[in-house]
Every structure is written in structure tokens, then in C-alpha cells.
């Protein structure tokens, strides 16, 4: 086979491409396969993303298999069906382009006729992605004002429905859900009669009810319960932050009240009265344990709560599903971790690595290093602690059955 250009194809479709004419997996392959042949390019492969968004890089498998065949120079010219198949962001686009021309590889757009192999098309292509992204942009509002005039009128957007209710695809309604009725109201007498968002969730979690989704309550479920407007038959908007200034409640068009107003009002006035707590923020890097560290008994997240007493700052771990009351491992102090992980360390007789770890400080031999993290672990930062473990450390399970708390499981990364 002729290596002189070999060819590798990159096809998107999202879900709403997928009904277009000319955009479907099958429609761009066949294309893209008749044009590479009229050109006498040799495919090395097709790196394929179905379903998956163009807003960003990150989250498409293909496009990074697709960037380490071009860094390996496997492949030397890539080709796509249009631009905004590969990127509809001006600042992924330039980088891409940077990044091909280093890689000595062609970059060629079927429809629009681009070929990077000139410094006209590079500028053309860079042309096209501001246009792309602007029109993207463009869409984004277009959509949100559609949004918040529909909600303006009385209507509900969000289809995935909310407790309580039932959200019928095709009439676009809500209509009442009777047995989640019933636990609605039960959350707002519980609340009433003193109980705490933390105490109703837990309380839930313990007779297995379900959320709206199969999964399990949380404080933060119980407060939007309790705190939406829709339970009285009205619409707010503009409960996230990026639509805080435009914030508004409107009567809803025939949606059912489930919970009565005296009921909502009454809940609403005690949650202004209870006590707020305000979440004091620290240097993530003091929990440098938080990203890798898992509940040896459930498998649970780890949430880590840091407080300061007497300008001394204590750090505590504890399992999500504890919390929930799905679990019944307790929490535990970062002191007792950390003494745990270094013991774990010196029992270590051989620790391999990516090559890359050496970078972080500066180490030839990898030798040295694991040398190093055995016996100098005590006097790194925290910040280089967070490093290696959230680049090098997959998974640290922690048992604490007893009163004592045990590593079980350590995973690295692999290379």
C-alpha cells in the first residue's frame, strides 16, 4: 500500500443530526470514502462519534484517537465531511490547525473545499470556525430566549418532569402523580414539625423511596422540594446563576397545585428563619485525599468537610451514603488517612509508573522517584501531594468497619 497520504476520516453526529439529510454515519462515510478515492488517499482508518456534541474536545473518544494517530504519524492528512463535524470552537479550531501543521498532516474539509496544505486555506479555515462559533453562539440564545418567553406565558420547559408530577411527552403538560403527591406533603409536615432537610432525606433512604429518577434523597432534593413555587401552581425562572438576573415567578397555564399555600408559605417562612450554614472555602490541595479516595464498604464517593477552630484546620472524610443513610461507614480524619497511606507506601517494595511522573519533580530515573514518594512523602506541599495522587493514583478504598481506619485497596493508573 502507498503510505504517501494516508488518510484518516473523522464523522460526528449528534442526536439532533442524526434526522438530516447528509448528515448520518452512513451518508458522510460513503462520501468521504468516494472523495479520498478520487484523490488516490490511502484510508488508515474512520474514527467515528455517534451522538456526541461539537462544543468541546474532551468529551469524544474519536478525536483523541484520532490526535494521538496524528502525533504518532500514522496518519499525515485528516478528512471531515464539514468543519463543524470536527469543531464549532474557534479556539479548539486554532489549536487543531497548530497542532496538524506541527504533525506535518493535511487537514481537508470535503464540503467547503478546504485544504490546510497552504497558508490560504489555514486562514480560510480559521475565517469559517469564527462564523461557525458565533452562529452556535447565536443558537444558544435564540434557544434560552425561547425558554424563558414559553415559561413567561404560564408553560413548564424542563421535560424531565419534577416530583410530584408526570410530564407527558407530545401534549407538553404536567399532570399530578397521586403517590408522589402523598410524599410531597409528607415532606412538607415533616419539615414543619422540625425535621431537617438532612433528617427527611435520610429517613427516605431508609424506607427505600425512590427519587424521581430511581436514585436516593439528599438534602439538597429536599430543599428544591420544599423552596418550588410549582407545588402552588407557579413557574419560577432563573434559578441558576447564569439566569439570576433576569429571575422570575409567573402563575402557571393549568398546571395542578398538589400542596396547599398555607402549607408552602408556612415551609418557606421557617426555612428564612432556620439557621444558614455558610460554607467557608479552603485550598482544595488541603484535601489532597478527596479526588481518588473511595468507601472500602460501598464503594461510595468521599465528601471531605473542612473547618478552622482556633486558627487549626481540621479535615474530615466521610462516605456520600453515609450521609444518606446508605451506609454505615463513619467518617474519619485526614490525619488518620494520611498516617494509613504512609505506612501503605513503605510496605510498597516495587511501584511502577508513567514516564511522566517523573516531570512533576523533575527525575530522570523512575527509580529515584519511587525512592523518593517512599521516603519523602512528608516533605512535600500539599500541592504536590494533590498532584501525584490525582494523576497517578486511580482509586484508594478505605475500610472502616471497626473504629480503626484501614487502606484495603490501592489502584494506580495504568500507562
Not at 190 to 215: C, D, H, M
Not at 217 to 246: C, E, F, Q
Request: proline share 1%.
Amino acid at each position: 500500500m502507498d503510505e504517501k497520504i494516508m488518510t484518516g476520516i473523522y464523522i460526528r453526529v449528534s442526536t439532533e443530526d442524526q434526522a438530516k439529510d447528509g448528515f448520518s454515519i452512513h451518508a458522510q462515510r460513503e462520501k468521504l470514502t468516494k472523495y479520498a478515492e478520487v484523490n488516490d488517499w490511502n484510508i488508515f482508518d474512520y474514527y467515528v462519534d455517534d451522538g456526541i456534541s461539537g462544543k468541546n474536545l474532551e468529551e469524544r473518544p474519536e478525536v483523541t484517537r484520532l490526535l494521538e494517530d496524528v502525533q504518532k504519524k500514522k496518519i499525515n492528512n485528516v478528512l471531515i465531511y464539514k468543519l463543524d463535524r470536527l469543531t464549532r470552537s474557534v479556539k479548539d479550531l486554532i489549536y487543531l490547525i497548530e497542532l496538524f501543521e506541527k504533525c506535518d498532516c493535511t487537514f481537508n474539509s470535503q464540503t467547503e473545499k478546504i485544504d490546510t496544505s497552504n497558508a490560504v486555506g489555514r486562514m480560510f479555515v480559521k475565517i469559517i470556525g469564527i462564523f461557525a462559533e458565533f452562529e452556535r453562539e447565536n443558537l444558544a440564545e435564540r434557544v434560552s430566549f425561547g425558554y424563558e418567553q414559553k415559561t413567561r406565558e404560564g408553560n413548564y420547559t424542563n421535560t424531565n418532569g419534577v416530583y410530584g408530577y408526570d410530564y407527558i411527552v407530545g401534549e407538553q403538560k404536567l399532570v399530578v402523580n397521586n403517590l408522589e403527591k402523598k410524599l410531597v406533603n409528607k415532606i412538607f409536615d415533616l419539615y414543619i414539625e422540625g425535621k431537617s432537610y438532612f433528617k427527611i432525606a435520610q429517613l427516605f433512604n431508609k424506607e427505600n423511596v425512590p427519587t424521581k429518577r430511581g436514585g436516593n434523597w439528599s438534602a439538597a432534593t429536599i430543599k428544591s422540594i420544599i423552596s418550588n413555587p410549582l407545588y402552588i401552581g407557579k413557574i419560577r425562572y432563573g434559578v441558576h446563576k447564569k439566569n439570576k438576573d433576569r429571575s422570575f415567578t409567573v402563575k402557571s397555564n393549568g398546571i395542578e397545585s398538589i400542596v396547599s399555600k398555607k402549607k408552602w408559605t408556612l415551609a418557606n417562612s421557617i426555612m428564612k428563619t432556620r439557621k444558614g450554614y455558610q460554607i467557608r472555602r479552603y485550598p482544595s490541595e488541603n484535601s489532597y485525599y478527596f479526588p481518588t479516595i473511595r468507601c472500602g464498604k460501598c464503594g461510595g464517593k468521599i465528601s471531605a468537610r473542612q473547618q478552622k477552630q482556633n486558627d487549626k484546620l481540621y479535615i474530615t472524610y466521610r462516605c456520600n451514603n453515609s450521609s444518606k443513610g446508605c451506609c454505615d461507614c463513619g467518617g474519619f480524619s485526614h490525619n488518620n488517612i494520611e498516617k494509613e497511606f504512609v505506612n501503605f507506601l513503605s510496605t510498597l517494595k516495587n511501584m511502577e509508573f508513567d514516564e511522566d511522573i517523573g516531570k512533576l519533580y523533575d527525575l530522570v530515573d523512575i527509580k529515584d522517584l519511587v525512592v523518593d514518594i517512599k521516603l519523602n512523602w512528608k516533605y512535600l506541599t500539599n500541592k504536590e501531594r494533590r498532584q501525584f495522587l490525582e494523576r497517578f493514583v486511580e482509586v484508594i478504598k478505605v475500610d472502616k468497619s471497626t473504629k480503626k481506619i484501614k487502606i484495603c485497596n490501592v489502584k494506580f493508573k495504568s500507562n
